[in-house]
């Protein structure tokens, strides 16, 4: 398989350029689409953190006896 | 709570303004600059106020556009008022900067509807002051868009004491850019 970066970042490059180009009323509406995406990724990274938070340390390690 | 999309927020914000709840408005941040670039996700709106002020007060009060939107279906949240799950926030001018991006501001018709919006220059230069991560990612894009009018640009670096600024920015990002 070739994999040539440059190739690969002009292309990015100009769909870009593309999207820039586009009337604004349609950017408007895709920032829409783009806000409601990044709100389901952020939702599903919440419930991943709140995962991870509980495998962290037992509570009776964190509270150690005072006595 | 009514359900709008932004550029039913621009219509409102529009009334608002020909009501007299704000004497002028313009949307800067990662709105403004999806006029001018590709559109990159954001989570809330920047709107640009200069609000009328009554003899003596010295303190800016924003309460008029709250009660203003509130009664339109808004809700406030901390520094936001949310319409329809778009957190919109209401900045005044905090520096002549950012005075000058207000009054220069230019009207760019959104489907019939009118929209006020920081010019691209102005944009790129609160981002350069600003300076966060993201800011200069904005910059990088305008730069490589490039949509920026130099002398423009550049007129409004030296007014505003950036050119350190800038130079520093071209040093670190610029140099190795193809």
């Given at each position: 398989m070739s994999f040539d970066l440059q190739r690969i970042i002009?292309?990015?490059r100009e769909m870009r350029r593309k999207l820039a180009g586009r009337p604004v009323a349609e950017k408007l509406a895709m920032l829409d689409a783009l806000r409601d995406r990044a709100r389901t990724i952020l939702k599903a990274a919440t419930r991943r953190e709140t995962a991870l938070l509980r495998e962290s340390q037992p509570e009776y390690r964190v509270n150690p006896r005072k006595d | 709570m009514i359900d709008v999309s932004i550029d039913q927020i621009i219509s409102l914000i529009n009334r608002m303004e020909a009501?007299?709840?704000?004497?002028?408005?313009?949307?800067?941040?990662?709105?403004?600059?999806?006029?001018?670039?590709?559109?990159?996700?954001?989570?809330?709106?920047?709107?640009?106020?200069?609000?009328?002020?009554?003899?003596?007060?010295?303190?800016?009060?924003?309460?008029?556009?709250h009660d203003y939107l509130t009664a339109r279906g808004g809700v406030v949240e901390g520094e936001y008022i949310v319409l329809a799950g778009w957190p919109v926030q209401f900045l005044?001018?905090?520096?002549?900067?950012?005075?000058?991006?207000l009054a220069?501001?230019?009207?760019?018709?959104v489907d019939g509807t009118p929209a006020r919006v920081f010019t691209a220059e102005h944009l790129a230069a609160?981002?350069?002051?600003?300076?966060?991560?993201?800011?200069?990612?904005?910059?990088?894009?305008?730069?490589e868009a490039g949509v920026l009018k130099a002398e423009r640009f550049q007129a409004?670096?030296?007014?505003?004491?950036?050119?350190?600024?800038?130079?520093?920015?071209?040093?670190?990002?610029?140099r190795t850019m193809p």
């Open positions: 002009e292309s990015k | 009501d007299g709840i704000v004497e002028r408005y313009a949307i800067g941040g990662a709105v403004g600059a999806t006029f001018y670039l590709e559109p990159v996700a954001t989570l809330d709106v920047d709107i640009f106020v200069a609000v009328p002020q009554k003899p003596g007060q010295v303190l800016l009060d924003l309460r008029p556009i005044p001018p905090t520096s002549p900067l950012v005075e000058e991006a220069d501001a230019v009207t760019v018709d609160v981002a350069l002051q600003t300076g966060r991560a993201k800011d200069k990612a904005r910059l990088l894009q305008f730069v409004i670096l030296v007014l505003h004491g950036l050119v350190d600024r800038w130079r520093e920015f071209e040093r670190t990002f610029l």
